[in-house]
């Protein structure tokens, strides 16, 4: 019997690109109303996000999970939103309580230890609160008591398919024809050994000498040439707004890894940007046209002042004869007549 087809496939590190809760709601928006099937196979990572996608699947109501593989921790409780969960015959399941990265390293006083002392206490009470509210989902999902899956948590060890059955983890063992066995190597054993979870008891699978050969080389130049330095988180401000995502998908390569609806995102807003662009640009040539015709009618009005402020400030040396040849003025007459008159008078004995 062929497996079903798969909408997700999350696998890896719980919390990384490839298990990221924010593509996990992306593919679920899309397929709103619609039955979704995941395949799930991880070791764990990030109870917040595992909390997360839980969520995301209880919303949804129409999900199908199916482990292969080896899965623990924050894996299994991402599955526990699902509608139904099935399980390969040949995969492994585990549970345990949840743990932090601790290191402290350094000369302590007193009053330092003091200080260390509340810190961890602090996070002994939240791993507490933690611990509990996972073992409520846990135990609503098996319908056990929550002491029991807290003993379980507790004791850490690797489920069969058959065991996280009889639990109640799973709703279902299947032996799909295309559902690969766990495969247990160094690597993978070492990540277990790390993150304080058992390594199971199955077949370890050889490597060849060349193998042995590339991966001593490499741990050699890891051990040698590049010693592990403290890695700052970077707060890319302006970024994280467009995704509307505080919290980016880095690899330890410090590569960025966006989801589909991130891209679109960025899309989007480049596109808005864009628009933006072209319409000031078509802004601009407008105030440029309006500028060069007031500059123009400015050129005009500053030629006709100075033509107005000249014209008064003119003179001329030319007499102007307004005098027609035969034409008597009034002065003239009264000119004629008084010396007409005089010589009357001059006339009379």
Not at 243 to 258: A, K
Request: hydrophobic residues 40%; negative net charge.
């Amino acid at each position: 019997m062929a497996a079903p087809k798969y909408h997700l496939h999350l696998k890896g590190y719980v919390g990384g690109y490839d298990f990221d809760s924010d593509y996990v709601d992306f593919i679920l928006a899309k397929n709103e109303g619609k039955e979704v099937n995941v395949l799930i196979d991880s070791l764990g990572g990030q109870s917040n996000t595992a909390l997360s996608i839980f969520s995301a699947f209880k919303r949804h109501g129409c999900v199908n999970v199916h482990f292969v593989g080896m899965n623990a921790s924050a894996a299994t409780i991402a599955s526990l939103g699902a509608k139904h969960i099935s399980m390969d015959a040949s995969a492994m399941y585990l549970v345990h309580k949840c743990s932090v990265a601790f290191f402290e390293w350094g000369n302590l006083n007193a009053d330092d230890l003091q200080s260390l002392i509340k810190n961890i206490e602090k996070q002994k009470q939240d791993l507490d609160k933690l611990d509990a509210n996972i073992a409520s989902i846990y135990a609503k999902k098996t319908k056990k008591t929550p002491a029991e899956l807290l003993a379980l948590m507790k004791q850490g060890g690797w489920l069969t398919a058959q065991e996280a059955l009889e639990w109640g983890f799973v709703d279902e063992i299947t032996d799909y024809d295309d559902d690969s066995s766990p495969v247990l190597t160094n690597d993978i054993a070492n990540a277990l050994a790390s993150q304080g979870i058992p390594i199971p008891n199955l077949p370890k699978q050889e490597q060849s000498a060349f193998n042995r050969f590339i991966n001593a080389l490499s741990t050699f130049f890891k051990s040698n040439h590049n010693k592990p330095t403290p890695k700052t988180m970077k707060i890319f401000k302006h970024f994280s707004a467009v995704l509307n995502n505080e919290q980016l998908n880095v690899n330890s390569e410090g590569q960025i890894f966006l989801s589909e609806q991130e891209a679109e995102s960025i899309d989007t807003k480049l596109s808005e940007l864009h628009s933006q662009v072209q319409s000031l640009q078509e802004q601009n040539t407008t105030l440029e046209e309006a500028n060069k015709s007031l500059t123009e009618t400015n050129k005009s009005l500053t030629e006709e002042i100075s033509a107005l402020k000249q014209a008064p400030a003119d003179t001329s040396q030319k007499v102007v004869e307004n005098k027609v040849e035969g034409e008597t003025n009034e002065v003239q007459k009264f000119l004629n007549t008084r010396s007409s008159a005089k010589d009357l008078f001059n006339m009379i004995p």
